[in-house]
């Protein structure tokens, strides 16, 4: 079992940043790869970006990309997405997921493990 807590969400400006952090309880974390996703209010559930077991890849959606940086240290069990150049389309509930296999993945139902959520909202 893996549990997992998003921290770092928060009020910002448009073209500000932040920086989310999903912290993992299990010592086997770095088998993992884990995801970001994001639930707007009235829309379903997508696809942010998602960092491999290694951190060797990463993969982001069209609308983050070049905005958003995902990173890891397996070391500290935590995955961390720094977002720059906050658009208030960004702002969603942010919710980090672990997939078993390792692999890059960004269908929702290969992830088994999620948090909680944190909330990132974006005044323009």
């Known amino acids: 079992q893996v549990a997992l807590v998003e921290s770092g969400g928060g009020l910002v400006q448009a073209g500000g940043s932040l920086r989310l952090s999903c912290a993992a309880s299990?010592?086997?974390?770095?088998?993992?790869?884990v995801g970001w996703f994001r639930q707007a209010p009235g829309k379903e559930r997508e696809f942010v970006t998602v960092i491999t077991r290694s951190g060797g890849e990463t993969f982001y959606a069209d609308s983050v990309k070049g905005r958003f940086t995902i990173s890891r240290d397996n070391a500290k069990n935590t995955v961390y997405l720094q977002m720059n150049s906050l658009k208030p389309e960004d702002t969603a509930v942010y919710y980090c997921?672990?997939?078993?296999?390792?692999?890059?993945?960004?269908?929702?139902?290969?992830?088994?493990?999620w948090g909680q959520g944190t909330q990132v909202t974006v005044s323009s």
């Open positions: 997921a672990a997939d078993a296999s390792g692999f890059g993945r960004s269908k929702q139902r290969w992830y088994a493990y």
């Open positions: 299990v010592r086997t974390f770095s088998r993992y790869a």
